[in-house]
T-cell receptor, first 116, second 109 residues
């Protein structure tokens, strides 16, 4: 039990659908992250939120839209996705450390997304 | 560019010892992490090294040499449940995590 939950765990959607992924952290952290994990590739950082403010957007296509209503919840809104977007989407959270940078990240179980 | 290299796959025998290597080239260094990820599950934090040397935590140890841009994760007394992917990640000068592609460890009886 890592204290970070994600729903749904599995999602199949067509290219014209709109869906949302949800992440909730129960660790009292102030930073949350979305990652994309494809087979045999490094984790790709998509978005970072610190204190609900987006601080990182790593050239992610606009068909992915994040939302962070508070420091415990993070959403990833999906629309008009492509088959190559099929992957495991991981949420993580961390606390800002004494040096000003994020400390250890704790991950949720991920949402396995398949785009048909 | 920034790069993390680790072997794609390794095989070891139950009860034995295995060493998983990680080499890195990053813009600055603010620590190195090892995570374990079982198939279909979340990556879970194993260890953190920021100074040179060996950090031991039960059956798992992690070593760091900053001058060589090198780390390894040592797993002793291997158990079947250790079959998983092991991810190496380095925090650069901007406190961004740079991830390796992971090493899939297969344990055989």
């Amino acid at each position: 039990e890592t204290g970070v939950t994600q729903t749904p765990r599995h999602l199949v959607m067509g290219m014209t659908n709109k869906k949302s992924l949800k992440c909730e952290q129960h660790l009292g952290h102030n930073a949350m992250y979305w990652y994309k994990q494809s087979a045999k590739k490094p984790l790709e950082l998509m978005f970072v939120y610190n204190f609900k403010e987006q601080t990182e957007n790593n050239s992610v296509p606009s068909r992915f839209s994040p939302e962070c209503p508070n420091s415990s919840h993070l959403f990833l809104h999906l629309h008009t996705l492509q088959p190559e977007d099929s992957a495991l989407y991981l949420c993580a959270s961390s606390q800002e450390g004494p040096a000003g940078g994020p400390e250890t990240q704790y991950f949720g179980p991920g949402t396995r997304l398949l785009v048909l | 560019g920034q790069n993390i290299d680790q072997p794609t796959e390794m095989t070891a025998t139950e009860g034995a010892i295995v060493q998983i290597n990680c080499t890195y080239q990053t813009s600055g260094f603010n620590g190195l992490f090892w995570y374990q990820q079982h198939a279909g599950e979340a990556p879970t934090f194993l260890s953190y090294n920021v100074l040179d040397g060996l950090e031991e935590k039960g059956r798992f140890s992690s070593f760091l040499s900053r001058s060589k841009g090198y780390s390894y994760l040592l797993l002793k007394e291997l158990q079947m449940k250790d079959s998983a992917s092991y991810l190496c990640a380095v925090r650069d000068s901007n406190y961004q995590l740079i991830w390796g592609a992971g090493t899939k460890l297969i344990i055989k009886p």
